[in-house]
């Protein structure tokens, strides 16, 4: 393919200003229009070519683009198998319109900004996506799979992946067809869209709250055969209605009645496990911690796990029966003449 010198075509130098490529422009393009020249073919190549110049010299960034090109063109010439794939039947340079294989090579290439997304063709890697995901303690202690509704990129169906798409008009005023390439409306120019998708994922051991988890080739497909990207699952851990999460250690209240406390007793406990048999010591008081080793959260790298403490809170009953009073009179009796009672306020003398 030639290069197509479109400040020659025009007649401008290099470094025209705009207001001088608009009038050379309008001026041949008066001279070479088909109207005024009926059945004159190579009037009409002309007047197809002064088009295209102008559709690239008065646009900055286009212009821009084409300067750029110069020193570029042969690897451009390279990439010229790439752009055909990239016209599909209804696309542009397939068509051949008034906008010809150049232009259409090099904007094809070339064309980048649409919706902030670089365009260029070929295999590109999908992207990396980032969600949060809620688990509970019970999540976290059993690892099990998950299934998760996300909403996971894929190639755009309107663009296929490349973030534009060809639309061509009849343009009244050049009485010629138009072929442009314009931002996808259905991704904005990003390639991808995001679907709803069911995944799975296993939790792994270890876990807490801020860990990541990275599920490889979950996340957007790629463009035009590319890897697709990464999934990253950011571990936020839900709240637990009886355990507050301490590290890996858990820790709950156990509350006991007072004659438990002082007599002792075993109590049937919730774990994130089974249910186990807690031996409360005789004379337990409010506050002291009964651990349960190893009943905590797993510890990542297969390091054990943390433990699960009851703290003891010390119950009275708030009504007492007849029988119950005259009891607890007994017990106040009792410890006054046994001379248990000088020692536990003594912090307050
Ligand atoms: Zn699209």
Redesign the pocket.
């Known amino acids: 393919m030639e290069y197509k010198d479109y400040y020659k075509i025009l007649g401008v130098s290099k470094d025209a200003p705009e207001s001088e490529i608009k009038k050379a422009y309008r001026k041949l393009a008066r001279q070479f229009h088909p109207d005024l020249n009926p059945g004159n073919r190579s009037a009409e190549e002309r007047f197809k070519e002064i088009n295209e110049a102008n559709e690239v010299l008065n646009d900055p960034e286009k212009r821009r683009k084409y300067d750029d090109l110069g020193s570029n063109w042969e690897q451009v010439q390279r990439d010229r198998e790439t752009a055909r794939q990239y016209a599909r039947p209804g696309g542009w340079s397939q068509e051949n319109f008034d906008l010809g294989d150049f232009f259409a090579t090099f904007f094809g290439e070339r064309m980048s900004g649409f919706g902030g997304t670089p365009f260029t063709t070929g295999p590109r890697p999908g992207g990396d996506l980032q969600y949060e995901i809620e688990l509970t303690l019970e999540d976290l202690f059993h690892g099990p799979r998950k299934l998760l509704n996300l909403f996971v990129g894929e190639t ?1 169906p ?2 296929h992946g ?2 534009m ?1 060809m639309t061509s008009f009849f343009r009244e005023g050049k009485k010629q067809v138009v072929t442009s390439a314009q931002p ?1 409306g ?2 904005h120019g990003t ?1 991808q ?1 995001r679907s709803p998708r069911e995944v799975q994922v296993k939790i792994p051991k270890g876990v807490k709250e801020g860990s990541k988890i990275r599920l490889a080739g979950m996340g957007g497909q790629g463009i035009q055969g590319g890897p697709a990207g990464d999934l990253y699952l950011t571990v936020r851990v839900l709240p637990h209605r009886l355990f507050r999460l301490n590290g890996y250690d858990l820790e709950a209240d156990l509350p006991v009645w007072a004659d438990e406390a002082a007599l002792g007793m075993q109590a049937p406990v919730p774990t994130l496990g089974q249910k186990v048999l807690l031996k409360i010591p005789p004379g337990s008081p409010s506050e002291r911690r009964l651990r349960l080793s190893g009943k905590g959260l797993h510890k990542p790298g297969g390091k054990g796990a943390g433990d699960l403490y009851y703290r003891i809170r010390v119950m009275v009953p708030d009504q007492l029966s007849a029988r119950e009073r005259e009891l607890f009179a007994e017990l106040r009796r009792l410890r006054i003449e046994g001379g248990h009672d000088q020692t536990i306020r003594k912090n307050l003398e």
Do not use: E, K, L, R
């Open positions: 755009c309107t663009c490349q973030g798409v996808c259905t991704c390639g869209i």
